[in-house]
Every structure is written in C-alpha cells, then in structure tokens.
C-alpha cells in the first residue's frame, strides 16, 4: 500500500512512545460506528484489513490508521422535507415561519433522520518517524491531516508538531529550477506546473500536459511571479508534485520500483504483500524528503 499524497509536520520534540504503549493508548480511542443520533465518529484502526494491532512497525517507523465514520444526510433531503414542513404550518396556522423556529424544524427533522441514514468510512493512513522526526499523513487536504494530528494529540495526551521550515523557500528554489531549466541531480522537470503572480490578487497559470520549460512558460518568471506547484521525477523511481508547503501529491511508483513491487507481491497473503509493498514505499519516501530538505538547506542548494 502506498500513499497517495503526503502532508508532512516535524516533530518538535522525540518521540519516545514504544509501540507496546503506543497501541494501548490509542486502543482507548478505537474506531466505532455512529450511534443512532452521531453524525461522525474518528478513532483508530488497524492498519491490517484483519488485524488487531492498532500499530505497525515498518521499517524503524509506525503505520497508524484514523478512521472515521459518518452518516450521509444529503442537504438537500433535509432542505425538501424542511419545505414541506414550513409548508404545511404556513398554510394550516396562516402564518410565517420565520428564524429560529425554521431552525428548531431543521434541527429535528436532522435528527429523525439519522438513525435512516446510510453510513460509510473512510481511513487516514500516518508514519510516525522518530529517527528523522517527522509525522507523514496520507493526504494532500491539510483539513484532513490536521484532523488526524487532532487525534493524535489527543490520544498522546500532547504532540508537539509544526509545518515543515526550510532555510530556502521551495517556491524560491522551484522558480530557479524551471527558470533555468536546471533541476537538481537526480531530479528531472514534468509535465505539469502552477505559477502564480506575487500579488495577493494575483493571476494564476497552469499549465499541464506541455514541456514546462518551454520559453512560453519561462516568461511568466521573468515578472513578478513564482512556481507553487512543480512535477517532477526522482532517480526514475518516483514521480510527483512538489507544493509550495512541501506537500508531496500524486506519487506514483515508475518502473524501476514498480518492478519491484511486483516481485514482492503475493495474491495468496494479501497482508504479507500490504507489509512488503509499505516497507518499500517507506524506503522511497524517506529518501526523497531527505533530499528535498538537503536541497532547501543554504549549504546545499543544487
């Protein structure tokens, strides 16, 4: 299993929580299903499809898994049933509804309607990387990473984290690399790209599926404007988008790895292969953040 995007904080301080007590604390939030009247619950679950294990090693680091579960109540069900309700007062009573009772009418026809309402599930898949201090979240919503790191916070009783800090811009180094056409070793330029103006209202360029480096794109650098958004490829193992926050989107395993995969992957052990294919995902991830942050270091900057 690989992740898909990658929202990255640093861990403030070590993380010294062993596994052993690790999985009881967050046994203590464990993932469950709404109740009758609950919207949404978010606990923890296994990272296994069978499993029972609320942690897992993978390579000197944690595999966590948030889960949450909520009831899907279309708006629309509610504003329809909402009308008929106001309707039907207006004309019996022949009289408006107005503010709070419309509310009030809003409020229980939600809650009648729960316990009717279908309900799905979603994980949020997170490393927990003491030896390079980094908390990596699967997902490129910062709404849904920091919904996880709430969790987490939570279930620890404290975790310290903070965004990712670069001595050099990734907009200031991004904007250099395709000016000048001249990626860092290892790295090559994509197909894709985001510029925009310095402004705060600003315009916004995006170009996809085009050769980036091409002098029609180039020149929008030459104003007042920068890269937010770049696709690249490392050492032709992965390919993905860098943002400007240093989240990592639309990784994707290229040949050489994805032979890789293929050679550990076993139809007969699902979980076996889940294990395999996540250690090997770890393994890259690791190794390109590192050297994006090498990268925005000022000692290293080429």
């Known amino acids: 299993m690989w992740f898909k995007n990658v929202t990255v904080f640093q861990l403030t301080n070590p993380f010294r929580v062993s596994i052993e007590s690790l999985d009881e604390k967050l046994s203590r939030r464990a993932a469950r299903d709404c109740g009758p009247l609950e919207l949404s619950t978010l606990g923890w679950s296994s990272p296994l499809e069978n499993g029972t294990a609320l942690t897992l090693s993978i390579n000197d680091t944690i595999l966590i898994t948030a889960r949450k579960s909520e ?9 329809e049933e909402l009308n008929k309700r106001i ?17 009030r009418l809003r409020e229980e026809i939600t809650v009648e309607m729960l316990p009717r309402a279908f309900a799905r599930s979603r994980n949020t898949y997170a490393l927990i990387d003491p030896e390079n201090g980094w908390l990596l979240v699967d997902t490129a919503s910062r709404t849904r990473a920091e919904e996880l790191t ?3 916070r939570e279930t620890l009783g404290s975790l310290e984290i903070t965004n990712p800090e670069t001595e050099l811009s990734p907009t200031g180094a991004m904007s250099q690399w395709l000016f000048h056409d001249t990626p860092p070793a290892g790295f090559t330029i994509d197909d894709e790209c985001e510029i925009r103006e310095n402004s705060e209202h600003g315009g916004i360029i995006r170009c996809k599926n085009i050769d980036v480096t091409q002098d029609s794109v180039r020149k929008h650098l030459e104003s007042q404007s920068h890269v937010v958004r770049l696709a690249m490829s490392w050492n032709d193992r992965l390919s993905f988008i860098l943002d400007q926050d240093l989240t990592i989107r639309r990784i994707c395993p290229l ?3 994805d032979n890789l995969r293929e050679e550990t992957r076993d139809e007969e052990d699902e979980e076996l292969f889940f294990i395999a294919d996540m250690m090997l995902f770890q393994g890259e991830i690791s190794e390109l953040l590192k050297r994006l942050f090498e990268l925005l270091s000022s000692k290293q900057n080429s």
Do not use: D, F
């Not at 009831?71 to 504003?79: D, E, F, G, N, Q």
């Open 71 to 79: 009831k899907i109540l279309p708006a629309t069900v509610v504003r």
């Open 87 to 103: 309707a039907e007062i207006e004309s019996s009573e022949e009289r408006e509804v107005k503010g709070k009772e419309r509310q």
């Open 150 to 152: 709430v969790l987490l």
């Open 255 to 257: 040949e050489l790895v």
